[in-house]
């Protein structure tokens, strides 16, 4: 099959031991039809030698910024152009790192600038690596921009070490790219909401919670990677929003109520992530209350289950919840899933030494009528690619039962 013009990949390769994977990879590339140039860092050429990849890709291998010979004519804005998709594999930790500062201090992170074809990473690095904050908050910062990250797998490193950090099999990144993966939610149309709601005491205080809208942002990004147009309602949030196809703001509940409500009869998979408050002050005071009396009595007020109104619709649209619990996190789950009638919920617990809120990771209980899948503790971009996966599964079965 000849490459076809939206079939062009520039490929990175990172210096790490995985990068001897991305010599089978430009093959499996090409066997489906790519075309594929090769970049490679500095820490890459001790690993494989730049003629290894030459040979198997049909073309020269750049590895300098500053190539008087390949910069005659800018090379470096000519390869950003050709490419329509920039995928770096192995991306190591330094490499991310580096990304998500926006540095250009080599030839392929000023390529990750200049170009505007989608970034693809495939990590590799040690799990301790993989797992330390900064590392995290780096991933983080890059899926909300855009990128769509492709693995680590688990399992037995070159270091000794187990757990996440292996890049995925060359074949599994082939196949990805190839269309597969991001076509399960293709044409799908998913409403999701995420972060907290703030319900005003006074001008200047409010009742919230903890919720930093992290799952949710990250789960709205697995989601478009999977091909679904997403449109993301969220409340306040501290962090730079995923790639969806409508972001919509809102502050209370009842913002976010209406901004559902007007949605949901359009949607044919809704996501509720959001913490939202389950009551509000009645009568919120017009102008900042002073402190004065001992006590202070404030009367609240229910407000509206956007959820449970959602999954109530005549024609409802595949509905997954979210329970954030203290204690008994499965029993409540199983009755929140059978009283709001939802076709699927996810669980966690909150409140304790790992996981829930303002963490950068979590571990989540999914239940569905007639089965379940627990997600162990994972970083929380991790956990939305795996539970992004399981929702098209799931609503795929749905789709086709009552088609």
Known sequence: MDPSPRNQVLLGVGGGISAYKSVDLVRRLRERGFAVRVVMTHAATAFVGPLTFQAVSGHPVRTDLLDPAAEAGMGHIELARWADRLLIAPATADLMARLAAGIADDLLTTLALATDAPLILAPAMNQQMWRHPATQDNLARLVARGARILGPGVGSQACGDQGPGRMLEPLEIAEALSGSDVQRLAGVRVLLTAGPTREPLDPVRYLGNRSSGRMGY????????????????????????????????????????????ARARDCDVFVATAAVADYRPAEPAGSKIKKGAETLEIRLVRNPDILAEVAALPKPPFTLGFAAETNDVE??????????????????RVGGDSGGFEREENALLVLWNGGQRTLPMMSKVELARELAVLLAERYAEHHAASS
């Open 218 to 261: 990250a789960l709205a990004g697995a989601l478009a990677d999977l091909g679904a147009h997403v449109v993301l309602v969220s409340g306040p949030s501290a962090l730079a929003p995923p790639a969806v196809a409508e972001l919509v703001r809102v502050e209370t509940a009842l913002e976010m109520h209406a901004a559902v409500t």
């Open 331 to 348: 029993q409540y789950a199983r009755g929140k899933l059978k009283d709001k009638r939802l076709d699927m919920i996810a669980a966690n």
